[in-house]
């Protein structure tokens, strides 16, 4: 059995927990009770955005679990409106504030918002930003291949992450690929499918029972055994645990392939309309 270790090392040399909590769409009380107990059954990633509105109640939760802020990997997003109005350091800064925290250990451009063609100055303004001990790692989401070419040969630096709308139903073979070329870790949004649909497909289920695991471990397992870091969003302390206990079993590459083949291409994903509105 090929065990996969528990964390992933980014190109920036930082050490990124494979699993990592979800936080959108909940605010206020729900989020930091939903990252309370994350904290307590063992998460140590957590994954919020400025454009959530949860990073107070996401940083009251760190604040307060008495884990040491050196082994949490707190990851926020710039939003639209800070690339707006070129503000990119008030955008952290205001996120820090929120989250009260000194630094984040990855910042995400949200969306890459092609037609704004403000991402290669965001994001070089965000590695400043590292230089300065605000930031360990620069990343970006929702990017695809043509964004990233243009971000690396522009910049002559490589983000250390894309968060994308990634599971077994929406497999992105070629922004993978893209990925693996430049040694940008891939992560996955919305990893369970969100709605449950995926947790009820046949083959998901057939390899659950064959492996005594639930659908949600088989779906996260698919991602870990390819070196995709996911951000499953729970609120249940029981499917939180369960969600983080996937690093004791192991699919046989064959049922990966399987679970791939689910794939129902890119025009399952929500990107096209969100890159625009974002
Ligand atoms: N970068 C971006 O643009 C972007 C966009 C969207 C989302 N995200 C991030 O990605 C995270 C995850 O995506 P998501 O929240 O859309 O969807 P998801 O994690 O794929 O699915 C969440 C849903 O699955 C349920 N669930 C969780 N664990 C389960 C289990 N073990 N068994 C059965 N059901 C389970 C949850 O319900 P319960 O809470 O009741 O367990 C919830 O309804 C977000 O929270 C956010 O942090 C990023």
Do not use: F
């Given at each position: 059995m090929t065990l996969t270790p528990s964390t992933i090392t980014l190109n920036s040399g930082a050490v990124l927990p494979r699993i990592g909590l979800g936080t959108w769409p909940l605010t206020g009380a729900d989020a930091e009770r939903a990252v309370a107990s994350g904290i307590e059954v063992g998460y140590r990633h957590l994954d919020t955005a400025?454009?959530?509105?949860n990073e107070k109640a996401v940083g009251a939760a760190v604040n307060r679990s008495g884990v040491a802020r050196s082994e949490m990997f707190v990851t926020s997003k710039i939003q639209g409106k800070d690339e707006d109005s070129r503000d990119v350091r008030g955008g952290l800064e205001r996120s820090l504030t929120e989250l009260d925290l000194?630094?984040?250990?990855l910042y995400l451009i949200?969306?890459?918002?092609p037609r704004l063609g403000r991402y290669v100055e965001t994001f070089t303004a965000m590695l400043d930003l590292v230089d300065e001990g605000l930031i360990r790692s620069v990343g970006v989401s929702n990017f695809k291949p043509a964004h990233l070419e243009r971000l690396i040969s522009e910049t002559g630096q490589v983000p250390a992450v894309n968060q994308i709308q990634l599971n077994t139903t929406l497999a992105r073979l070629q922004t993978r690929e893209c990925h693996a070329r430049h040694g940008i870790v891939t992560g996955a949004w919305s990893?369970?499918?969100?709605?449950g649909t995926l947790l009820r497909e046949p083959i998901v289920v057939a390899l659950a029972e064959k492996y005594g695991r639930t659908p949600a471990q088989i779906a996260l397992r698919w991602h870990v055994q390819q070196d995709i870091v996911a951000v499953p969003r729970s609120v249940d302390p029981k499917r939180q645990a369960q969600n983080l206990d996937v690093f004791g079993f192991a699919l046989e590459p064959a049922e990966i392939d399987e679970l791939t083949g689910l794939d129902r291409g890119?025009?399952?994903?929500?990107?096209?309309d969100l890159e625009e509105r974002t």
């Open positions: 400025a454009a959530y509105g000194e630094y984040l250990d949200h969306w890459p918002r990893p369970l499918g969100s709605d890119e025009a399952a994903a929500h990107d096209a």
